[in-house]
């Protein structure tokens, strides 16, 4: 019997998709520069049916990838262009199991959208802080999956610290019910960080328990001009100490990146009358008495005496909220806009060394890519920055692949160099894979595939991605 008539036995007719029009959604990523074939998409409605999806494939050894909202940047969720792999796909996973606002967690299903579910926290007067530009579209299994990372790390913390247990449906369909809610538990190997960051390489992840928060009373955003990325740095420190250690987000946005994005949107108004070299988004936050405001009016009063902030604007309402995020948030779009291939990068580094590696990396750019322009903006409070690159304006000919692999081996050269990683959170999956081989010691790759030999022996699980 052909596999998808046993799987369809499993889901339902309804929810095994074959036909090519329905399956397009799920075979090209959400940047449009990968396609692959589906031999069929298949989407479960619980745990147990994707325990009996995953025991019916390893059986059968078929190769199946687990997608959530598509919206990872790495490859990694479409099917290989072979059309030898079966697209399991979370979506219908989408329940609140529980949530309980005094002791500050949640236990959802893999499918919720990240929207929903900081949603919910909300209405419960509880703050679940992960945030990310495709909150609508990505779901809780695949920011578990990639470990998201987003705008608040440097106060919350990634999706690792996040998690307080984890509920996994293993290759050969064995459940493995991790989704305990203890905040401390040192028995044994903790096993749920084995799934997180994974990429879907090890288990199906299937529920999480999650971490919340008290939902803040008090928010201020502030979007600033400042002389230079030194300058962000020391703001930076001198924010963090001086705010109370309140600092939710801290966003760096050059000049370049700031004419793309208000360049491409006119919607997009700089909130400043002086135009600077780089500008911050800085964003505080408080869930009790304290009085927010004129401690970030003295902080940034001091600030601008002392020259690290030329020009600033606080936020007085929502809307004016809002608009200061859908300029840092736009970015992404606004490349695709202007150059729907480019070479986009997700490096980290020592904060303290990340402006060293911004000049060190636009002087390597002037030098050997002068048919190419940085666009550089990133979350600098966590050592991390999108050092993306576009073709010059005045380009005629369209930029080779060779050309952006060159500028990304020096790039990712660069980054050795300053001690730091070549993926600070989109992860590895299809794109990053041979950079990440090449330069990962040999002990670490041993022990990785160690892992995976033991969890997926068939190598069924999301093959060609990461190892
Ligand atoms: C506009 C935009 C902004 C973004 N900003 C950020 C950002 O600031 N920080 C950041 O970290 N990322 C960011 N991303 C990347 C992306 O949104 C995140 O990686 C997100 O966590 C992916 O979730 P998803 O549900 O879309 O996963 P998918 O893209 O569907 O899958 C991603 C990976 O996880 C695996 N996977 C998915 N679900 C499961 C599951 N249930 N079990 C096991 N494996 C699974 C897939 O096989 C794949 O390897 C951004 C993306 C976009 C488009």
Request: with cysteine; aromatic share 6%.
């Amino acid at each position: 019997m052909p596999i998808q008539e046993e799987l369809a036995a499993i889901v339902g007719d309804a929810h095994v998709l074959t036909a090519a029009d329905s399956l397009s959604r799920y075979e090209t990523d959400w940047k449009g520069w990968w396609t692959g074939r589906a031999l069929a998409v298949v989407r479960p409605a619980d745990t147990a049916e994707v325990a009996a999806v995953m025991r019916l494939c390893h059986e059968r050894g078929q190769p199946v990838v687990p997608m959530g909202g598509n919206t990872g940047l790495v490859e990694a969720a479409p099917p290989s262009q072979a059309g030898d792999e079966i697209v399991l796909s979370l979506e219908r996973l989408n329940r609140i199991r529980s949530l309980d606002a005094v002791g500050f967690t949640m236990v959802v299903e893999a499918g919720c959208i990240l929207q929903s579910v900081s949603d919910a926290a909300l209405e419960a007067d509880c703050f679940f802080p992960l945030s990310l530009g495709a909150r609508g579209s990505c779901q809780i299994g695949g920011n578990v999956s990639t470990n998201a990372g987003g705008v608040n790390v440097l106060r919350w913390g990634m999706m690792r610290d996040l998690v307080l247990g984890l509920e996994v449906v293993l290759p050969d369909g064995r459940i493995w019910d991790g989704l305990g809610l203890l905040r401390k538990d040192n028995t044994g190997y903790d096993l749920k960080q084995l799934f997180i960051g994974a990429e879907g390489t090890l288990g199906i992840v299937t529920a999480a328990s999650l971490k919340l928060f008290p939902r803040p009373t008090q928010l201020e955003t502030a979007f600033l001009g400042l002389p230079s990325a030194e300058a962000a740095l020391t703001l930076f420190g001198r924010a963090r100490r001086d705010l109370c250690d309140l600092l939710g987000a801290y966003e760096l946005i050059t000049r370049g990146a700031m004419d793309l994005t208000i360049g491409t949107f006119p919607e997009n108004r700089d909130p400043l009358s002086t135009p600077a070299e780089c500008y911050v988004l800085l964003q505080t936050s408080v869930s009790g008495g304290l009085d927010l405001r004129p401690r970030l009016e003295s902080f940034l009063e001091r600030a601008m005496e002392d020259g690290l902030v030329l020009d600033g604007a606080l936020a007085e309402s929502e809307g004016q909220r809002a608009a200061f995020w859908r300029i840092r948030e736009d970015l992404v779009d606004a490349q695709y806009r202007v150059a729907p291939v480019h070479l986009r990068t997700d490096v980290s580094v020592p904060q303290v060394k990340l402006a060293d590696f911004i000049a060190a990396a636009d002087a390597e750019m002037a030098k050997h890519f002068p048919d190419l322009r940085p666009i550089t903006y990133g979350h600098v409070g966590d050592g991390n920055v999108h050092y993306n690159v576009l073709p010059q304006p005045h380009l005629t000919e369209p930029v080779t692949a060779h050309r952006y692999e060159e500028c990304e081996t020096m790039l990712f050269d660069l980054t050795a160099r300053f001690q730091g990683s070549i993926s600070a959170e989109h992860g590895i999956g299809r794109t990053k894979r041979h950079a990440f081989l090449d330069i990962t010691p040999e002990i670490e790759l041993s022990l990785m595939r160690g892992l995976k030999q033991l969890l997926d022996p068939k190598g069924l699980l999301s093959p060609g991605r990461v190892l």
